[in-house]
C-alpha cells in the first residue's frame, strides 16, 4: 500500500498457478472515491458496505495488478 495526498496504490500479486477473479481487497472508502486497475487501465466495480469498499480484480496466475482509489 502506498498512500498520498488523495491517492492510496495497492500492488497485488497472485502466487498461485491458476488465475483469481474474486474480492481481494477491502478498503476503507471515502466518499466520492473511484477505484481503477491501473495495470490493465480500466475501471473497478466497488462494492461499497458501511465505510468499506470491497473490490474484485482479475490477477493471472503468477501475475501483479496495481488498484488506485482516488477521491477529492
Given amino acids: 500500500m502506498f ?3 488523495h491517492k492510496i496504490v495497492w ?7 491458476r ?3 474474486t474480492e481481494v481487497l477491502k478498503a476503507t472508502h ?3 472515491a473511484v477505484y481503477t486497475d491501473i495495470w490493465n487501465e480500466r475501471p473497478l466495480a466497488a462494492r461499497i458496505v ?4 470491497y473490490l ?3 490477477i493471472p496466475p503468477k501475475g501483479v495488478v496495481a ?3 482516488e477521491w477529492e
Wanted: charged share 10%.
Fill in 50 to 53: 458501511g465505510n468499506d469498499a
Fill in 3 to 5: 498512500p498520498v495526498s
Fill in 30 to 32: 471515502k466518499p466520492g
Fill in 56 to 58: 474484485t480484480v482479475e
Fill in 67 to 69: 488498484v488506485i482509489q
Fill in 11 to 17: 500492488t497485488l500479486y497472485n502466487s498461485n498457478y
Fill in 19 to 21: 488465475s483469481v477473479s
